[in-house]
């Protein structure tokens, strides 16, 4: 499939040669990448989606399928750069929440099978069979809407039944003995509607990502859903992709990776949990940066930013950065959290403002204006992993990464240098 005109997300040209001795996206005259606003900036390591890539590849059983997760937006790395390097590794099957982001990888380049994980209207079936877009199919009126829908455009729509064994969420219902008769007289009715292609058939573990306390559950999903593939078999239905497995089933579960798994998280380089027991040697690949704006020394007992909740307690040194809530970084986290300048650990002080916040940099004398502040990621032998500020923000990694604002423009690397730059706000003119 060719790719289709970008309009409402733009992105840079791709450099579609994938070699290390390129330093920036080839526009038509080759061009390198135009300069970004160096105030606050995400770095995403390409070198690391590749490694991740490989590393996933290899723990899953060979002949399974992988369907790799990029919906929203890849996670905040960027939906389509990191479709790009996926593919260009071998990818075939790609997940997303929504026919929009479907549409923005197929904009983007991006030929390989995609997945919509959540819901499109069933109006949209001739627009879905028209960019070759699988749909989950979760019960049977919305089934019956999008056959319907088919049947007029005189068209077919690709789909994968989802099964509800305790996620509660979406899908047919299969978690009481109660319920599997109904359920899978309403699953082969589905089978047999026209202009649907009965592709796929899953489910989604709840508490894979647990360790000991989620095993017990996993395995009643996984056999409730298995209890369904079996009991369908007997009535003449099978799927040609079955699959159950996220990112902690990936790693801890592989007897349940089936014909197709779904990793997640762990594509961008972060386990799902640290309750992990079989962990992967995966790399993150997002970065998140800013700068000193402004180096000020202040007295004792001198407040800083709003409410006056922090007060000098000796003559400071205080460094300015222009990073904020807006920027998604979580106001919650003033006096608690630390970023790196010159390697070495500077605690925020005063409440984090809408687009600023500052550090105290007194005992870093060595910090100038200017200067590279590292908010997540590495600075020579110190380290302020990701999952560090989820847990000061009482939140999830997944949660961090993916609220990392549409202002903050992606610069993506390969081997340490830029290759592509992902601008939302100001993106660069069309020659």
Not at 62 to 83: E, L, M, N, R, S
Not at 189 to 204: A, C, D, K, M, N
Not at 285 to 297: G, P, R, W, Y
Not at 340 to 369: F, H, N, Y
Request: glycine content about 8%; aromatic content about 10%; proline content about 6%.
């Amino acid at each position: 499939m060719n790719p289709h005109p970008v309009d409402y997300l733009r992105v840079q040209p791709y450099n579609k040669r994938h070699d290390a001795t390129y330093t920036g996206p080839a526009g038509p005259k080759g061009e390198a990448m135009q300069d970004f606003l160096k105030r606050t900036w995400a770095e995403i390591n390409l070198d690391s989606i590749r490694h991740n890539y490989t590393t996933i590849r290899q723990a899953v059983h060979t002949g399974t399928k992988i369907c790799w997760i990029v919906k929203a937006d890849g996670y905040g790395h960027g939906a389509v750069f990191v479709a790009r390097e996926l593919e260009a590794m071998g990818a075939d099957w790609f997940g997303v929440s929504n026919l929009e982001e479907a549409i923005q990888l197929r904009r983007g380049g991006i030929s390989g099978s995609i997945l919509i994980l959540g819901h499109t209207p069933p109006s949209l079936a001739a627009r879905l069979s028209e960019l070759h877009i699988s749909q989950t199919v979760f019960s049977f009126a919305y089934a019956e809407a999008l056959s319907s829908f088919a049947a007029k455009a005189g068209t077919a729509v690709s789909i994968h039944v989802k099964v509800d064994t305790g996620m509660s969420r979406i899908g047919f219902l299969y978690q009481k003995e109660t319920q599997y008769r109904s359920t899978l007289d309403e699953i082969e009715q589905v089978y047999r509607l026209p202009g649907l292609v009965p592709e796929g058939i899953f489910t989604h573990f709840a508490v894979s990502d647990e360790g000991e306390s989620g095993e017990a559950f996993t395995h009643e999903q996984y056999a409730r859903f298995w209890d369904a593939l079996e009991k369908l078999k007997a009535r003449g239905i099978t799927f040609p992709l079955r699959h159950c497995s996220n990112s902690g089933a990936v790693l801890d579960y592989p007897e349940f990776h089936l014909d197709m798994v779904r990793p997640g998280i762990i594509v961008y380089g972060i386990l799902p949990s640290q309750a992990i027991r079989h962990p992967l040697p995966l790399q993150p690949a997002m970065e998140l940066k800013t700068i000193i704006s402004l180096l000020k020394t202040v007295e004792p007992d001198t407040s800083i930013s709003y409410g006056r909740c922090f007060h000098t307690r000796r003559q400071t040194r205080v460094a300015t950065v222009p990073i904020g809530y807006a920027d998604g970084y979580p106001r919650y986290l003033y006096d608690q959290a630390d970023m790196l300048v010159c390697g070495k650990r500077a605690p925020i002080v005063g409440r984090v403002c809408m687009d600023q916040l500052m550090l105290d940099v007194t005992d870093i004398p060595e910090a100038q204006e200017g200067m590279t502040v590292t908010i997540f990621g590495r600075d020579g032998t110190e380290e302020i992993p990701v999952e560090e500020l989820a847990a000061l923000n009482h939140t999830i990694p997944y949660e961090t990464i993916c609220i990392v604002g549409k202002r903050v423009p992606r610069i993506y690397l390969r081997e340490g240098r830029p290759v592509g730059q992902l601008n939302y706000i100001c993106p660069p003119a069309e020659e």
